[in-house]
Each structure stands twice: as structure tokens, then as C-alpha cells.
């Protein structure tokens, strides 16, 4: 079985080169890369970006440089054409992956023990089409969730008008969120659009790996927090 880790990141951000930004004395993508290299699965490494800067900084920890196209690396350009783009050119290599373990460059709340866990059920359930880090929310339950309407004034996502709905977040149904460190694809469901909106190509058949604490950087403040998050978890 061929198993790949991608990793993605693109040099157009709102904190300037945040991807190759220090933290503890590493760049910030080389913790996503470290734990994908001490996994017990993956055979192949990747790098997709339309940043130099963040090619070479991979290359250096062994990971294939994939130029992506500038118009596969706007704010508005979509994760599932980079990895469509990143897989083609693996092909050309004839590295064909049967699971690929698609890593953000920017967070470094990535273990190794959780990438094995989720490619392991993968390898467990050949029904599963994705295998996912969550982390449970209780303040902000999408029944607890308000928007503006058109009067502008707070109003409910849902129709409530034929359920009671309790003020007590303990007495709601217990909601989940993707961590946003890592996606275990199962590559069968890429590309068919059946999976729950809007990651539809995870498929529709998505496992959890619940998990305490996982998050993105996109400030300053993020990268104090990662700091914070690597000396509680310390590379091994």
C-alpha cells in the first residue's frame, strides 16, 4: 500500500511567510513534516506550494517539491484542485497513493500517533472514505449560533418553530469540529462530490479522531499559542 503525506501551503497569506516562521528555533511547517516523517506508514513525502520559500524549507526535511499554479493558490482558490494538481504530478513520478494524509503548513498541533490512528482506520474499515482529527465545542453549538438577517437583527440558523430548544449548553446535542490539522483521504472518494458539505471530497463516510486541542496560525498571537502547545507536546 502507498501511503503519502502532502503538504500544503501557500505563500499569499495575511501574516507575511507565516508558513516558514520560527517557532522554537524551527520553521512553523516543519512540525507538521517531522511527525509525518516518524509515521509507521507513510512511504512518500510531498510538498505543494506556489512558494519558493516554503519548497525549499520542506526540501531541506526531504519532502518533493510540487510547483502549484498561481491560479491553485488565491484566497479564493479551493484545497481539493491542489491536491487534484499535486496528485497528477505524483502520478508523473509514479507515485500513485492509496491513502494520502493531506498536512496544513501552518499549524504545528499535528502528533504523530494521531496521523497513524486515522490511517489505521482507513486500513480497518475499507468502507471509510476519510479519517479526520475533531475536537468537541460546547460553547459554540450550531444551535447556539446566531446570524444577521436582512433587518439586521440576530436571527437563528435553523427553524426551531417545531422543537423546544434548551439555554443549557449540556443539554444539547454534542457538536464536533474539524481540527483543520490534517485530512486522511481514502483517494476512492476524491472527485466524487457525494460527501457532506463543503469538504464533499472526504466522501461521505468521514471517521473522527476526537482530540483536545488543535489550531491553525494566522496571527502573531496564534504563533505565542503554538509556542505554548509545542512545550506542553515536545517533539520527540
Known amino acids: 500500500m502507498q501511503i503519502a503525506a502532502l503538504l500544503t501551503g501557500r ?8 508558513n516558514i516562521l520560527k517557532v522554537l528555533g524551527k520553521p512553523l511547517l516543519a512540525y507538521p513534516c517531522l511527525a509525518a516523517k516518524r509515521s509507521k506508514y507513510i512511504n512518500s513525502f510531498w510538498t505543494s506550494s506556489d512558494c519558493e520559500d516554503i519548497l525549499q524549507k520542506s526540501l531541506e526535511l526531504d519532502f518533493k517539491s510540487i510547483l502549484r499554479p498561481k491560479e491553485l493558490a488565491l484566497p479564493s482558490s479551493q484545497h481539493i484542485d491542489a491536491i487534484n494538481h499535486a496528485l497528477k504530478e505524483m502520478a508523473k513520478h509514479s507515485c500513485h497513493p492509496n491513502i494520502v494524509v493531506v498536512m496544513m503548513a501552518n499549524s504545528v498541533t499535528i502528533k504523530t500517533e494521531w496521523i497513524d490512528e486515522c490511517i489505521q482506520m482507513l486500513i480497518n474499515n475499507k468502507d471509510a472514505t476519510a479519517a479526520v482529527p475533531v475536537y468537541r465545542e460546547f460553547d459554540h453549538n450550531p444551535y447556539r449560533c446566531k446570524k444577521i438577517n436582512t433587518e439586521g437583527y440576530l436571527d437563528t440558523f435553523f427553524d426551531f418553530s417545531s422543537e423546544n430548544v434548551s439555554t443549557n449548553r449540556q443539554d444539547l446535542q454534542a457538536s464536533y469540529f474539524l481540527s483543520h490539522n490534517f485530512w486522511v483521504l481514502n483517494l476512492d472518494s476524491l472527485g466524487r462530490n457525494i460527501g457532506q458539505k463543503p469538504w464533499t ?17 494566522h496571527s502573531i498571537e496564534d504563533l505565542e499559542r503554538s509556542k505554548v502547545w509545542l512545550m506542553k507536546n515536545p517533539v520527540v
Open 11 to 18: 505563500g499569499n497569506n495575511t501574516l507575511k511567510n507565516k
Open 201 to 217: 471530497f472526504m466522501g461521505d463516510k468521514v471517521m473522527p479522531l476526537l482530540v483536545e486541542d488543535a489550531f491553525d496560525v
